[in-house]
């Protein structure tokens, strides 16, 4: 039986560490993916606080993730944006790697967008698509590995949170129309994101297992998060840009890596960046 690492008061801590420490009161919080953390460059008036700085954060570990939470304005609204997130596989409990999203709650943040870096199992999308997230497979989370395990503190949430609505319906419609503004709704898809435990890829049988399952995309973070906000209350909408596409061939010399990931994303991010930020100031 897993137990809650952390109290009420841990997580009220470092929120009221942050909010003595910057006069931002953000209604919004982005979570940067892998190569993603420009994103937060795009805020003005901003504070940014390294993680070892903040009372009980935890620290990222992974090339790709600067590991600084910035708040400032983007396009008028007030934001906080995590440069960096943790990971199951950096040998973070899932109560550390969502740490983050109660404390983003007690700020005040009422709208969590995240982002990520994943793999296309959908063999109708390509390298550099961006992924509306409809839904998600929690492959940890039927393994036990579920950050609500434990006890449950009805401050945050009740105890049997429905998960059948975590993607907002409403915010995957303004992101339609916000690409399309942008025009990027030619390289926009929308599908199921499974998250894996990491962090080795996947093998060509797991990859066709989760097909099978109905996974269109699948990554190694951002369910755990998604699960805490919906828990909180928050509205979420996820984005994942497909990096690279998943091995289904034994004959295939094709080997994935996290080079490939990071190369991608710098060539998609500016349309990713552009997208959330238009996206922000519709809401």
């Not at 006069?23 to 003005?44: D, H, M, Q, T, Y």
């Amino acid at each position: 039986m897993c137990e809650c690492s952390y109290s009420y008061e841990d997580y009220r801590e470092t929120a009221d560490w942050l909010l003595a420490h910057t006069e931002k009161r953000p209604k919004v919080a982005i979570i940067c993916g892998s190569g993603l953390g420009g994103l937060a460059e795009l805020l003005e008036d901003k504070n940014a606080f390294p993680y070892e700085d903040i009372p009980r954060f935890p620290t990222s570990t992974v090339q790709g993730h600067a590991g600084r939470l910035v708040f400032g304005r983007l396009q008028g609204c007030e934001c906080v944006c995590m440069q960096g997130r943790f990971h199951f596989y950096e040998g973070y409990n899932t109560h550390t790697v969502t740490y983050p999203v109660r404390v983003f709650f007690l700020l005040g943040v009422e709208t969590l967008i995240v982002t990520n870096a994943a793999g296309g199992l959908n063999e109708a999308y390509s390298v550099g698509d961006i992924m509306l997230i409809k839904d998600h497979i929690n492959m940890p989370g039927f393994a036990g590995q579920n950050p609500l395990c434990g006890h449950n503190d009805e401050r945050f949430g009740v105890r049997f949170p429905c998960m059948s609505d975590a993607y907002d319906r409403e915010l995957r419609a303004l992101a339609r129309t916000a690409a399309q503004e942008q025009g990027c709704d030619g390289f926009l898809q929308e599908g199921v994101y499974c998250m894996l435990a990491g962090p080795t890829y996947e093998t060509i049988a797991e990859c066709r297992v989760l097909q099978t399952l109905g996974a269109d995309a699948v990554g190694m973070s951002t369910v755990p998060e998604v699960v805490v906000a919906r828990h909180c209350g928050l509205r979420v909408l996820g984005l994942s840009l497909i990096t690279n596409k998943v091995v289904l061939d034994y004959e295939s010399r094709e080997r994935a890596n996290h080079a490939e990931v990071l190369q991608t994303t710098e060539l998609r991010a500016q349309d990713l960046q552009r997208l959330v930020s238009h996206l922000v100031s519709q809401l």
